[in-house]
Each structure stands twice: as C-alpha cells, then as structure tokens.
C-alpha cells in the first residue's frame, strides 16, 4: 500500500456545532468557534493535554463569571484579580461587623434535582488573607447540598480540603463525602472546586448556587481586613463531573454541544483485513455510568473495532464484533484508567490472531474469531455509529497501521 500524505483536517471533520472553552499554550481560557478544532493545555504546566472531547453539558447559572452581578451579603469589593481567561475580576472582603459572607447566583431552572449535579466555583485566597473556610452549596428551590471546605495558605499553595457535608430541606439528598470532592489548580493562584451530588430526592429543578468564605471554622463569623477571596466562573451542571468552564454572558443558560471528530472515509488507509490500532489519551473523570472510547471503527454495533475504558471494572479494554457477536474481548489486569493520567492501548487484529496491550503490560489475545466486516467510519474520542457514547477527556495520539502487529511490538507500543 502506498503512503498517502494529507493534513489531520483534511481527514478529520470536527462537528461541535457550538463554541466552547479551552485553554491555550499561555495558560488562559479561551474560546474556539463552532466546529473548530479544540486543541487543550494544562492551565498549571502549559503542557498539551491534547483534542479535548466532551459529552454536552447545560450550565444554568447566570452570568457565570461576573460576581458583580451576583447577590452579595456582607461583603465590599477590595482590589481586583486576574482571572483564568485574562479579564480582571474583584476581590471580595467580609465585612468586619457581619455574620454571613457570601455570593448568591440564581439560574435558569435546570434537571431535575433528584439527578447527579455537579456544582463548580473558581476560587483565588490572594497573599495575607485569613481565610480558613469556604462553602459551596447547591440549590433545587428549598433543598440543596454544601460542601465545607477547609482552607489553608494562599495563591498556589492554597489547599482545599473536604470538611463535611450539609444536605439541607425537607427533601434533602444523601450527604457528600470526601470522595464526591474535587480541587483542581488552574495557575496564577486559581483553583477550581466542585463535588458530585443529588439536590434534592424529588424532581424540583436545580436552581441556584451560593458561594460563602470565613475567617473561622464556623460559618457565622465576623470578618476581618484580611478576609479576602476572588470567586470566578459558577457553574452548575447535571452529571457526574464538573466539565470544562462554560460561561453565560447574561440572564440565561449557555449549553456547550457534544464534540465529535470522525472519519468518513476507510479508504485507503484501512486494511479490512488485518491492522493494528493504538490510542493515548487522558479522562477528565473516570465514569461509573458510561464507558469511555477512545477510538472505534465501525459501522454498527454489530460491526466495530474498539478501545475504551469499560465503566463496569475501569479496565481498559480492546473489543472486536462481527456478526453481532463478540469475536474477541481483550483487557490487561493493571493498566490504569484512572482521571489525569495518560492511558495507552493498541489492539492487534487479524482472523483468528487477536492481541492487545495497555500501559506495556503482556496483555491478553484471542486465536479463534472473525473480523469484522463493511466498516464505514471512525469514531475518535466516540463510538463510530452513535454520539452518546464520548471519551470524555484528551485525545493525545491516534495511529492505525495497516498490519497485525506483533504481541511483543503491542508491548512496546504502550510503553
């Protein structure tokens, strides 16, 4: 077979049919039109993550990153911050004679509450603030969550911990626990929280977050002259993980569609016959619910070449079908798929000589089986015949060759 050389976006159709957010080389949020290619850097180390995908996410908050235009109890603006995205954002402090400090968002009336949300809020504790707790709560009209968070230090070395839950309502969910906690360093001294949670055990939709900071474990306290904090970007969304930042510029929800990249054509780079497969790349979240592809040649779901992170027993996984019926199913028993980390997988296929590997481990094979047949498409970071199933993190590396390679070379390459 011949080589064939062609630009990625000749190959490659990109069909978000909505903006959404990445960040850049620079470390700062920015925004990519519809349809365009969303190449992401880590906001911290400026390293490339990689083709971000992502499932679609609602974010019902208004005005998401204005706190300005937020409700504000107990607190003046003190000075000014950089945000993530390069716009200048204020600084709050406590009063000195108050008991309750907080920001108050309500939102377009979102899912039902008795659904998993995941609230999220930008957090910056400039240098010399006293701040040592943080709330962040989520409504569903009267019931709600709220996470206490203890905080300690500032800028970067700022740290957030889990504290305790507060389900509150006469239909109040299960409390949170540490594990539905998440803090995340975005650089320049922001960090990103947010917890997994119902919001209420009836169907009253989500409707409002509220952030609150003290100088004291307890949340009714006074403040000082140091207790200070910049909040950035609210977000509430149905699902299990706080998405990447989509932000509402008024009185109304913002909805960032699904990103989808295929291939809609196998000629004539595809062998029908035998091929090998491999795929790096990283999960935002490791889902519970769903299993996550990073590439699958297809047609149906009888006919498909696969490698995705199984949601069941977070192995990852090499699947061939044919026929309707698996011809092989392929895992390692230590590969790790666990969020933020980089996963490697190369699935070696040929009738009757399966084999796969996944992070250099000896992996699995299968000698008796089909091929699959009449493949049409590639899905990347998708399944290739639906979009409800996405990746949900950073295509890194994508390569097909057009021959079964050895198990030892399956080996290497995941190395």
């Known amino acids: 077979m011949s080589r064939v050389s062609k630009q990625f976006s000749a190959i490659v159709t990109a069909s978000r049919a909505s903006a959404r957010t990445v960040t850049n080389s620079a470390g700062t949020l920015t925004t990519k039109a519809s349809g365009e290619w ?9 390293t490339v993550r990689g ?8 974010n019902i908050i208004h005005w998401s990153t204005d706190t300005t235009s937020w409700t504000q109890a107990e607190i003046t603006q003190d000075g000014t911050v950089t945000a993530p995205d390069g716009s200048t954002v204020p600084i709050w402090l406590a009063s000195v004679n108050a008991l309750s400090h907080r920001l108050t968002r309500t939102g ?3 899912a039902a509450g008795n659904t998993t949300h995941a609230p999220s809020i930008f957090v910056h504790i400039p240098s010399g603030s006293d701040v040592v707790g943080v709330r962040l709560r989520a409504r569903a009209t009267g019931d709600g969550q709220t996470a206490s968070v203890t905080v300690a230090g500032s800028g970067a070395g700022a740290t957030f911990t889990f504290a305790s839950a507060g389900p509150f309502g006469a ?5 949170i626990v540490a594990g539905d906690f998440r803090s995340e360093y975005w650089g320049n001294g922001w960090h990103r929280i947010w917890y997994a949670s119902a919001l209420s055990t009836t169907t009253t939709a989500a409707s409002q977050l509220d952030i609150s900071f003290t100088c004291t474990a307890t949340e009714n306290a006074a403040g000082t002259a140091n207790t200070r904090a910049a909040f950035w970007q609210g977000q509430l969304e149905q699902g299990a993980f706080a998405s990447s930042p989509i932000i509402t510029t008024g009185a109304a929800a913002a909805t960032r569609l699904a990103d989808s990249l295929t291939v809609g054509t196998m000629n004539p780079w595809f062998n029908a016959t035998e091929g090998t497969m491999y795929a790096e790349f990283m999960l935002s979240s490791a889902s519970a619910t769903a299993s996550q592809y990073a590439i699958q040649l297809g047609s149906t779901s009888a006919e498909y070449l696969s490698i995705y992170r199984e949601f069941s027993s977070g192995r990852l996984v090499g699947r061939v079908m044919s026929g309707a019926v698996s011809q092989a199913f392929l895992y390692g028993t230590a590969a790790s798929t666990s969020a933020n980390v980089t996963i490697k997988g190369a699935l070696g296929y040929k009738a009757n000589d399966f084999g796969f590997s996944g992070n250099g481990e000896a992996g699995s094979t299968d000698v008796s089986g089909l091929v699959p047949v009449g493949l049409t498409s590639s899905g990347l970071g998708q399944s290739s015949y639906t979009t409800t199933v996405t990746l949900n993190g950073w295509l890194r590396k994508l390569i097909y060759y057009p021959a079964r390679k050895t198990n030892a070379e399956l080996v290497t390459l995941t190395t």
């Open 108 to 110: 377009t009336g979102g």
């Open 51 to 58: 083709l971000i995908v992502e499932e679609q996410r609602t």
């Open 38 to 46: 969303a190449l992401d850097y880590d906001p911290s180390a400026l």
């Open 171 to 175: 239909g109040a969910p299960a409390a």
